[in-house]
């Protein structure tokens, strides 16, 4: 379980170009819960998606998770329960190292990076088998560097990464909007089976108001930092495609 | 023939530096600046400890751990103090020259011929050969042991550090001990490099490390464009064309010097 208290956050506080990304959240997600998170530009949501990850210290309010306050864990540590498809495709892989390093790295997101070789045949093997999912053709490119790829096949990767070790929270943030219609089908439903299968509690971020309506059983709708409109999932089935639009008509 | 052998024994000892810069620049992108005091560290430790009859052994591992604080030094100043690590680079080279040249009490000493590392095994009856034979061994040790550390699950965290902080980041590594753990073996690799230079040229100069640097970054570079041109992906072997750099380079040095190019010029 997710809980935001009072989120505040302020960038270039007392400055001429001051803003206020988050003003007061409070939200609960529930574990396994699958929130849909839209929004105009700028209204914020990849300001609240970096607090929940804690690559942002909020100005103001409090993280916990379960019943432990996170607020003030660096990222690195929040990564025990956290994983997370960036909005920008390069953001969660490193261009250099091949596919295969990148899974390795991946595969102990909760773990120690330690002084072993761990990359042997059984993990290549698994890797394969993963990668194959997806259906793109990549599975047979394990020693490629992963920085060769195209920003949706890396986009792609990222989101099995996220599982390669145990997870509670599956943050992503777009991560189809680089992929064209094919893939980007392909990826979602690929997420949606890890998340089900797994009982992820996960906060998707789209301007995709097809898969909003589509995925998830929760939809949060944000402006100017705040939460405009929290529907539950009932509310939610309820909801036709056409009022869903007027939203940002 | 002689000329290009010492040219060649020079390299070696070398091209552990450059195994160092390598490291920082191509690894961490980092312009580490500290080479130049910690090159000069190392050979300061060695001078000292050799007169007072110290073993080798234990003097290699004495200068590596010295060459490793002073990278710690930098990485600490640039991680924890926010300051530009080339700055920081830069603040640590100055503060080593007074280090060194107090720990060494005077601008410079001779080391005496017998008792160096280049004397240990004397399977020649020609010195360069032996002196050959003692380079190749330290590149091999040290290449081995940072190709194997390289390959292992903490060499790739290290190596996705410099590659991509925010997945590094989301994936449990902390950045900023990666970079004072990197810069710490960079600089006992360099360290060590003065221990062998030092040994080699048979005395310890305060000012030795002076634009050392540069040497270790051409080594780098020709590595560099050798292994983007053959496509060279393997961490090993990487390393090994980041030391035939060096030896290249003081090869060019040398054919520079016997065409006789006025140095002066
Ligand atoms: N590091 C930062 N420094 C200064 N301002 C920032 C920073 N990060 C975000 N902002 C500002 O905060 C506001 C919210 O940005 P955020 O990235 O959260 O929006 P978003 O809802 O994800 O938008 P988009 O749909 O375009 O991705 C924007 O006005 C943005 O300019
Ligand atoms: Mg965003």
Redesign the pocket.
Known sequence: MITLRNIQKTFNRGQANEISALRSVDLTIKDAEFVVLVGANGSG??TLLNVIAGAILPSEGRVIFDQEDVTLLPEHQRSRWVARVF?NPLGGTAPDLSILDNFRLAALRTQKKGLRIGINQAFKAKVKDRIALLGLGLENKLQQPIGSLSGGQRQALTLLMCTMDQTDILLL??PTAALDPKSAEIVMGTAENLIKELKLTTVL?THNLQDAHRYGNRLIQMAEGQVIRDLNQAEKENLKREEMFAWFG | MIFYLTALVLGLCLSAMGLGIFITMKIFRIPDITTDGSYTLGAVVTALLLAAGWPLPAIVVITALAGAAAGMITGLVHTRLKIDALLAGILVMTGLYSVNLSLLGRSNLPLSDANTVFTLFPLFSNPVLNELIVGLFFLAILAGMLAYVLRTDFGLAMRATGNSESMTRALGINNDRMKIIGLSIANSLTAISGFLVAQYQHFTDINMGIGIVLVGLGSVLIGDALISWLGIRKIGWQLLFVALGGILFQLVLAVALSLGIDPAL
């Open positions: 949501k990849t909005q943030d777009e971020i």
